[in-house]
């Protein structure tokens, strides 16, 4: 186990306009605790904001250079779409490795003791089901590769720095299962992956695990997935029955038909997580849709 943290009574969170961010700000906020929030989506900077564009390096550690002493500090932004990494895989490396990296060993040699890194489980190839958290990188995207790099290079700033690796992260908001809903819901036909895996975990999950990061022992790297893995087709049947929809309204696709990679699995073993107990991937997924309907 790490070293105990005590809570974090300020806290910054890069990234803070981001699905997680946004919500783990409110979160932290509402629980008491001092929250600034920078994204490059701020215009300016205040008590409770930073303007921060990871595109640039050295503009990012001259804006955090503002900032007061930080408890701790939680690394949620980046370039997070698997194609865009693909198409400016130099811009995105810089966003998602160069910058992040910077950031977090200037906060870690400037003291901070809770430097966190949200990561993925795209660090993995999707061959096997409930990854170890010990288990050798083998990224198949660029994004993947990033992330894995990124990982590499704040692990090894210390025993400040922790990695917090995620599942797919879904929410009311996600543009997917907007389309999905809507489309439903005016009887038109909807495709989905028969041969893509996920193990989604809502918003809350995540939030709570980073909680129990920031203010509890914790290992260098902790894993948060559900106990399973549906495909994006069984997914969508899920959403379909829940809006007393026919299945039939679902259509079978294959990654390869829009030019994707199919991938097999996408859990993670998250044994390491005492404190919170993993859902199952329909129980999430029903607990979503329910806010949208």
């Known amino acids: 186990m790490g070293r105990r943290h005590g809570p974090a009574l300020r806290v910054l969170v890069i990234g803070s306009t981001g699905a997680i961010g946004s919500h783990l700000c409110s979160t932290l906020r509402q629980n008491g605790t001092e929250v600034i929030g920078a994204s490059r989506h701020i215009d300016a900077y205040d008590k409770n904001s930073l303007a921060l564009d990871l595109a640039n390096i050295t503009d990012a550690l001259a804006a955090v250079r503002k900032l007061p002493k930080m408890d701790a500090v939680v690394i949620s932004a980046g370039i997070t779409g698997l194609r865009e990494c693909e198409n400016d895989p130099e811009l995105s490396r810089v966003v998602n490795v160069g910058s992040q990296v910077e950031l977090a060993k200037w906060f870690v040699v400037t003291g901070c003791q809770n430097v966190v890194f949200l990561s993925s489980n795209r660090v993995f190839d999707g061959k096997v089901a409930n990854v170890k958290c010990n288990a050798e990188y083998s990224p198949t995207t660029e994004y993947g590769r990033q992330k894995s790099q990124a990982e590499l290079q704040i692990l090894s700033l210390g025993e400040a ?29 909807i495709s989905a992956f028969t041969d893509v895996s996920l193990s989604p975990i809502t918003k809350d999950h995540a939030c709570a695990v980073i909680e129990s990061v920031l203010s509890n022992p914790a290992p260098p790297i902790v894993q948060a ?17 829940q809006l007393d929809a026919a299945q039939s309204i679902v259509r079978k696709q294959t990654a390869g038909e829009v030019g994707e990679k199919p991938l097999p699995h996408s859990s993670l ?15 999430t997924v029903r607990k979503i849709v329910e806010k949208m309907v």
């Open 161 to 189: 720095a922790r990695v917090i690796r995620f599942t797919k992260v879904l929410s009311e908001e996600s543009k997917l299962l907007v389309d999905w809903v809507n489309k439903i819901k005016a009887k038109q036909p």
């Open 225 to 241: 997935s559900t106990t399973d893995e549906i495909s994006y087709f069984e997914m969508a049947c899920s959403v379909a029955t």
């Open 269 to 283: 073993e998250s044994s390491n997580l005492t404190a919170i107990k993993s859902p199952s991937s329909l129980s």
